[in-house]
């Protein structure tokens, strides 16, 4: 990936109503070169999905948890079976496993403490778990789905091209 492929994820990663030739002129390319190139970036699964954010509070979800849970047990059964639990569970947002005193993050967003209680009981009953903390997340003051697009990780295709020049 070079320069070019950098900007339009950058682009992207804000807006993906542009129009392709909005886009082609925002990042110096004619339009079929660029559509290409986001073709290419969606094949190779750098692009994996283009989606609508929504805002939580607009639609009923006034409250994020984050659950840490220590896992009943440590065995290729357990962690099958919990993921296929937090798949089937839309209040899920984000799943990770962890290093340190916690085996497993989850992001919740659910309406209300109501319907977190309710999660929280089908969650316990459904995986056995040594332990389940949930912090409340009282107000977001940073949200972003957009990643860092550090340049030294991209090529730059006008040097490239200035030393086979020279």
């Known amino acids: 990936m070079d320069e070019v492929d950098r900007k339009l994820l950058q682009i992207l990663q804000e807006d993906t109503t542009l129009s392709i030739a909005q886009l082609a002129e925002r990042v110096g390319l004619s339009q079929t070169p660029c559509w290409k190139r986001i073709q290419k970036l969606e094949a190779q699964q750098v692009i994996t999905r283009r989606v609508a954010l929504v805002d939580a509070e607009r639609v009923g979800i006034g409250l994020t948890v984050f659950v840490a849970l220590e896992a009943g047990e440590h065995t290729p059964q357990w962690l099958e079976r919990f993921s296929t639990v937090i798949t089937t569970m839309p209040e899920v947002m984000e799943v990770y496993r962890m290093a340190g005193d916690i085996d497993y993050l989850l992001r919740v967003a ?53 030393a086979a020049q020279e």
């Open 110 to 162: 659910v309406a209300d403490m109501a319907e977190y209680d309710s999660f929280y009981k089908r969650l316990i009953a459904s995986v056995p778990m040594k332990n389940v903390t949930s912090r409340f997340g009282m107000e977001r003051l940073k949200y972003t789905t957009a990643y860092p697009l550090h340049s030294k990780l991209f090529r730059d295709r006008r040097a490239a091209e200035e």
